[in-house]
């Protein structure tokens, strides 16, 4: 049985800098653990086309591993996901 890939809304720690950019700092899975981001390696506005949805890609490392995280910013909900 074949699983589609979806979003997966997830909590996120940020920063917005004084020119109004948002810099995300760490991330917490759903057991409250928090993962620190050690780096950022790009950031681009991009749609998820694989489960749907549109705003900032950041591609990060954390714990290690390359991650893309996304950030909606639209009228109607600011909320960080990944694709899962």
Not at 58 to 78: L, Q, R
Request: hydrophobic share 35%.
């Amino acid at each position: 049985m074949e699983q589609s890939i979806h979003k997966k809304y997830i909590k996120v720690n940020a920063d917005f800098t004084v020119e109004g950019n948002v810099i995300p700092c760490s991330v917490e899975d759903d057991e409250g653990n928090v993962f620190e981001i050690q780096k950022i390696i790009d950031i681009r506005r991009a749609a998820c086309l694989r489960a749907g949805g549109m705003g900032l890609r950041f591609t990060c490392i954390v714990d290690g591993y390359e991650k893309k995280i996304y950030y909606e910013d639209s009228k109607d909900s600011n909320k960080w996901f990944v694709e899962v």
